[in-house]
């Protein structure tokens, strides 16, 4: 496989559960992203992770716990979500963890969407 | 606080040509990117622009003009699988990037 790849692809769980997904890249990158999609909003940044290392963390709720056991593997661990929460989760890999720049594009997955009852 | 400003949903006709607009106020300037993304997919990379100017690339081209915080993305000859959304971004001086909310693009035969 190439690319990126999360999983699931769809969720739906209640606001009790846990549930966690799951990203995997196969190009050698050296940073890795978590984003939340929500319908007509821009892309929100949660997390950001540099040769495994958090790096930044966007004030996000901490029902929402990432973890990064290598550089091709991230997972975002989920419990007692809100409905709020309900979106299209993407996860992103680059280059290099200096930033973006016309040599250090984004890649991203097709997402996990989730709902949440 | 920085803004990025684009048209919400845009319709052109196969075989036409259609010019998509993006507004940016951003602390610092590193970069312009475009990206496309079908529904249920990822996106995917289109262009970066970092200095004033207009960036070819087959059918689709991208303008930028820093002084006017401005740029379009430039679709020629559309075909049905341009349907679509167009993400812009802009790289601030920290190298976040800030989005904007998208611009679905509708092609009618």
């Known amino acids: ?117 | 606080g920085q803004n990025i400003d684009q048209p919400t949903e845009m319709t052109a006709t196969e075989g036409a040509i259609v010019q998509i607009n993006c507004t940016y106020q951003t602390s610092g300037f590193n970069g312009l990117f475009w990206y496309q993304q079908h529904a249920g997919e990822a996106p995917t990379f289109l262009s970066y622009n970092v200095l004033d100017g207009l960036e070819e690339k087959g059918r689709f081209s991208s303008f930028l003009s820093r002084s006017k915080g401005y740029s379009y993305l430039l679709l020629k000859e559309l075909q049905m699988k341009d349907s679509a959304s167009y993400l812009c971004a802009v790289a601030d001086s920290n190298y976040q990037l800030i989005w904007g909310a998208g611009t679905k693009l509708i092609i009618k035969p």
């Open chain 1, 1 to 117: 496989e190439t690319g990126v790849t999360q999983t699931p692809r769809h969720l739906v769980m209640g606001m009790t559960n846990k549930k966690s997904l799951k990203c995997e890249q196969h190009l050698g990158h050296n940073a890795m992203y978590w984003y939340k999609q929500s319908a007509k909003k821009p892309l929100e940044l949660m997390f950001v992770y540099s040769l495994e290392e958090r790096v930044e963390n966007n004030s996000v709720p901490s029902r929402f716990s990432p973890e990064c056991p290598n550089s091709s593997h991230l997972f975002l661990h989920l419990h007692t979500l809100q409905p709020e929460d309900s979106a299209l989760y993407l996860c992103a890999s680059s280059q290099s963890p200096s930033g973006p720049s016309g040599a250090n594009v984004l890649t991203f997955g097709a997402g996990s969407r989730l709902t949440v009852l």
